[in-house]
């Protein structure tokens, strides 16, 4: 079974093809139109770009909303981290506003919501988190979005920023990481319950 990834993100696309593929869920792409992201979770947001892409297509199709939330920022910009300033412009607005604060005042995590929508209408979701804090400045030419503010507290990534980190080292700790291997478990046994 084939999958569409609802996303024109292109980094985010590299990581369901890394992580994905290995696990035998087969993902592609598809010219798609973009949603109005109207949801005020990760979930609802997920499940909304999922659903128009299987509309759009007929295949199945799955949905991934994700986001960075600063402790010191009350969560923000969580949901709305695509939105959180213009395209160039978001890591230093993160940045600004915790200038001066110490490393211990920093703490963040990624939160990543995936949705797999059937053309039957079943639906499979799973979610990850990874934690940090935001660096003093950006770090690393690797991965995308908020990665070279974001310093890794966990397993092999541990003390780098996600753009310092390898692509294997950041799947295997990150948000994305997580809810697709979660997702990729769920779906074995969505399709064995099916035969
Ligand atoms: P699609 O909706 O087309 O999938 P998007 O970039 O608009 O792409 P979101 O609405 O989920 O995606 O916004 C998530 C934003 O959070 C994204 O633009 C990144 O800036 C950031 N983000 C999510 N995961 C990230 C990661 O692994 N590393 C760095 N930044 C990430």
Redesign the pocket.
């Known amino acids: 079974m084939k999958f569409i990834v ?4 292109q ?2 696309l590299r ?1 369901f093809r890394r992580i994905l593929t290995p696990l035998g869920v087969e993902v592609e792409t598809a010219e798609l139109t ?1 949603p109005e ?1 109207t949801g005020t979770t ?1 979930a609802e ?2 499940y909304i ?1 999922a659903k128009a892409a299987l509309d759009e297509t007929g295949l199945p199709a799955i ?6 939330c600063v402790d010191a920022l009350n969560g923000e ?1 969580g ?1 709305y ?4 300033a213009e395209v160039g412009k ?1 890591r230093l607005k993160v940045l600004g506003k915790l200038e001066g604060l110490p490393e211990e005042a920093r703490g963040a995590h ?1 939160t ?1 919501s995936i949705c797999c929508v059937f053309p039957n209408g079943d639906t499979i979701t799973a979610e990850g988190m990874t934690f940090g804090h935001i660096a003093h400045e950006s770090r690393g030419e690797n ?5 070279p503010i ?1 310093i890794s507290d966990e397993g092999a990534a541990k003390g780098k920023s ?1 753009a310092e980190a390898t692509g294997e080292e ?1 799947d295997s700790v ?3 990481g997580r809810a697709l291997r979660s997702f990729a478990e769920k779906l074995e046994s969505y399709l064995k319950a099916k035969e």
């Open positions: 609802a996303t024109h993100n980094g985010k990581e973009e992201e990760f947001n997920a770009k949905g991934d909303d994700s986001g960075l910009p949901v981290s695509a939105r959180y978001r990624f990543c991965g995308f979005g908020y990665d974001f996600f950041k990150s948000h994305r």
